[in-house]
């Protein structure tokens, strides 16, 4: 699963010229690649973890994920609201779809647990 998402998100950052939204436009921090980021969200998204773990995640599968660099909990916490991350437009139409898709996530996320945790008991 994991190669699908960098192979997926790798062809939508090309499709799409990601790398001229990496040009810095004037003073302050410089900007992540979005297509990194992307991949730390769908790989959090993935296992259901919080944006800690998910930093670690990304520290443990950099070189699978073919991830530039390596950024902290923050970051990826930031990258919900960006546009170019997230993929809305100006207007934020899909943004109403991300959160919704959010919190059916949250409810998946949460049925898995517990059905993890059921098992862990009968052990």
Same mark, same amino acid.
């Given at each position: 699963m994991l190669?699908?998402?960098r192979d997926v998100v790798?062809?939508?950052?090309?499709?799409l010229g990601m790398d001229k939204?990496?040009?810095?436009?004037?003073?302050?921090?410089?900007?992540?690649?979005?297509? %990194? /980021?992307?991949k730390a969200i769908l790989i959090q998204q993935y296992f259901c973890v919080s944006n800690r773990v998910a930093e670690g995640l990304t520290l443990l599968f950099r070189e699978k994920m073919k991830l530039k660099?390596?950024?902290?909990?923050?970051?990826?916490?930031r990258a919900y609201e960006d546009p170019l991350?997230?993929?809305?437009?100006?207007?934020? %139409? /899909?943004?109403a779809d991300a959160r919704a898709g959010?919190?059916?996530?949250?409810?998946?996320?949460s049925r898995r647990n517990r059905l993890?945790?059921?098992?862990?008991a009968e052990l």
């Open positions: 190669l699908l998402i790798e062809e939508a950052s090309r499709r939204a990496l040009k810095n436009a004037g003073p302050g921090r410089p900007r992540s690649n979005p297509a %990194d /980021l992307a660099k390596v950024f902290s909990y923050k970051t990826i916490e991350v997230t993929l809305t437009d100006a207007q934020g %139409d /899909l943004q959010e919190a059916e996530g949250a409810r998946v996320c993890i945790n059921l098992d862990e």
